[in-house]
């Protein structure tokens, strides 16, 4: 079994969460040394129709603490303790897609880096996230 069907099966099993469920989001890849998912821009816009800079940071923060946790193995999970975006362009309609690769793999703290960009391939954010990997229970 490749390590991207093992953290698709295993992302299948986990849940993505309600949010990113009800955003609408898909997981394409994932692995511990990267992550892929993709959302749609309907549904997520602010008022003037553009992607709202939360949803670049759910799409973000949900690949990196998603990978982080395959990365922490059984019996341990990762929790979001620090996240920072940039947001560079606005995307107005189509979809986003979020590339998540490793920064630093610890034991106990793992750093990701997000990549989002539209349907042209041009970046819209960059969203950076510190995990705390810890114990389940």
């Known amino acids: 079994m ?3 069907s093992s953290g698709l099966e295993w992302a299948e099993k986990v849940g993505k969460g309600a949010l990113a469920e ?4 898909e997981i394409l890849e994932l692995s511990v040394d990267r992550a892929v998912g993709r959302m749609p821009v309907e549904g997520n816009t ?3 129709g553009l992607m709202h800079g939360g949803a670049y940071v759910v799409l973000g923060e949900s690949l990196g603490s998603m990978a982080a946790s395959l990365h922490a193995g059984p019996g341990r999970m990762a929790v979001g303790i620090d996240v920072n975006a940039t947001h560079t362009r606005a995307a107005t309609s189509g979809m986003v897609t979020g590339v998540c690769t490793p920064i630093h793999l610890g034991r106990s703290m793992t750093v990701h880096e997000i990549v989002v960009t539209d349907d042209q ?3 819209c954010s960059t969203i950076r996230i510190t995990n705390l990997i810890r114990d389940v229970g």
């Not at 009800?22 to 989001?25: E, F, I, L, S, V």
């Open 46 to 48: 602010q008022p003037f």
């Open 121 to 123: 391939d041009r970046r």
């Open 22 to 25: 009800r955003m609408g989001m």
């Open 2 to 4: 490749s390590a991207v």
